[in-house]
């Protein structure tokens, strides 16, 4: 089955939590979840889009994080939680669903929803209708994710539109942060215009020149690069010497160009123009920070000797 929302996780959550005697390691109840969810091994290694955290376990700490705030649940130490009287009287009420609009029943929760500056919940606020179903870390990669596309788009979208000799530049420019080349100038030498609206030429590997490697560009705006066009790039490595290229592209590969180079001893790279756009995001071509949230979580060693 599908990964429960983390509101879906919390009537579950506050049954086995209000079922033990003492009280739970955050890291067991989600184990327990995850058995009674049936949650395959493939989901429970399931990471959110930055990679930093599993899913499923950054979902059962957002249930309990919401609970805590609406008074039914306790941490009487780092990383344990217990239910309280007010959770245990939930339960007696039958529901059949714990939620964000339920726990609104409670005064706390919601001074906590009125007041809150965290980065995390505010972004919930703003985005309700989406994030019903998502954790506000969720919504904000989400939120992260969404921008980061939408730029790539517009920078591809300007790339396709500049000059020949921009799209040059360009390219030397990216190949050098991304550590080709040595020094600016080492790559500007060593490339030199094609005159088909790109760039064919030779650039150093590493600051060390131990090897070379051939680059061909086409800032093509629709035409995708077929397989007769990776070819005759193959060809022309083949008449240099040479066994190691980059394509790059402002358009698509073909699914015949892709199977091309799989085939051949000669190693090839290609650069499509969505990874061209996400390339020139990374290493900060073309584009400019506008603002940047830090986001901030508890520093565990700090209280490592102050619990009781």
């Given at each position: 089955?599908?990964?429960?929302?983390?509101?879906?996780?919390?009537?579950?959550?506050?049954q086995?939590?209000?079922?033990?005697?003492?009280?739970?390691?955050v890291?067991?109840?989600?184990?327990?979840?995850?058995?009674?969810?049936?949650?395959?091994?493939?989901?429970?290694r399931?990471?959110?889009p930055?990679?930093?955290?599993?899913?499923?376990?950054?979902?059962?700490?957002?249930a309990?994080?919401?609970?805590?705030?609406?008074?039914?649940?306790?941490?009487?130490?780092?990383?344990?939680?217990?239910?309280?009287?007010r959770?245990?009287?939930?339960?007696?009420?039958?529901?059949?669903?714990?939620?964000?609009r339920?726990?609104?029943?409670?005064?706390?929760?919601r001074?906590?929803?009125?007041g809150?500056?965290?980065?995390?919940?505010?972004?919930?606020?703003?985005?309700?209708?989406?994030?019903?179903?998502?954790?506000?870390?969720?919504?904000?990669?989400?939120?992260?994710?969404?921008?980061?596309?939408?730029?790539?788009?517009?920078?591809?979208?300007?790339?396709k539109?500049?000059?020949?000799?921009?799209?040059?530049?360009?390219?030397?420019?990216?190949?050098?942060?991304?550590?080709?080349?040595?020094?600016?100038?080492?790559?500007?030498?060593?490339?030199?215009?094609?005159?088909?609206?790109?760039?064919?030429?030779i650039?150093?590997?590493?600051?060390?020149?131990?090897?070379?490697i051939?680059?061909?560009?086409?800032?093509?705006?629709?035409?995708?690069?077929?397989?007769?066009?990776?070819?005759?790039?193959?060809g022309?490595?083949?008449?240099?010497?040479?066994?190691?290229?980059?394509?790059?592209?402002?358009?698509?590969?073909?699914?015949?160009?892709?199977?091309?180079?799989?085939?051949i001893?000669?190693?090839?790279?290609?650069?499509?123009?969505?990874?061209?756009?996400?390339?020139?995001?990374?290493?900060?071509?073309?584009?400019?920070?506008?603002?940047?949230?830090?986001?901030?979580?508890?520093?565990s060693?700090?209280?490592?000797?102050?619990?009781?």
């Amino acid at each position: 089955m599908a990964i429960p929302d983390f509101q879906s996780l919390m009537l579950p959550a506050l049954q086995h939590i209000a079922s033990c005697k003492t009280e739970i390691r955050v890291l067991d109840l989600s184990r327990a979840l995850a058995a009674k969810f049936a949650l395959t091994e493939d989901e429970l290694r399931r990471q959110l889009p930055s990679g930093r955290a599993p899913m499923f376990y950054n979902r059962v700490q957002w249930a309990v994080f919401h609970m805590r705030k609406a008074g039914l649940l306790n941490t009487p130490k780092r990383a344990h939680v217990v239910a309280t009287e007010r959770g245990h009287e939930l339960l007696l009420r039958n529901v059949d669903r714990i939620d964000l609009r339920l726990l609104g029943e409670f005064p706390e929760f919601r001074t906590f929803r009125a007041g809150s500056t965290e980065p995390q919940d505010a972004l919930a606020r703003a985005s309700h209708d989406r994030t019903e179903t998502e954790t506000p870390a969720e919504a904000m990669e989400h939120n992260f994710h969404s921008l980061r596309t939408a730029l790539a788009t517009d920078l591809l979208d300007r790339v396709k539109a500049a000059t020949p000799d921009f799209f040059e530049q360009l390219v030397v420019e990216l190949l050098v942060k991304m550590g080709y080349g040595g020094s600016r100038s080492d790559a500007g030498e060593a490339l030199g215009r094609s005159g088909d609206e790109g760039i064919d030429g030779i650039i150093k590997e590493d600051r060390l020149g131990l090897d070379a490697i051939y680059i061909q560009a086409k800032r093509w705006k629709d035409k995708p690069v077929g397989r007769p066009d990776i070819q005759q790039f193959a060809g022309a490595l083949s008449g240099q010497g040479a066994h190691k290229g980059i394509f790059l592209t402002t358009s698509r590969f073909t699914d015949d160009a892709r199977e091309f180079i799989k085939r051949i001893s000669t190693k090839i790279v290609l650069v499509d123009g969505e990874l061209l756009a996400n390339l020139m995001i990374d290493h900060g071509i073309g584009v400019s920070t506008e603002t940047t949230y830090e986001i901030k979580r508890i520093d565990s060693d700090y209280f490592s000797d102050t619990e009781i």
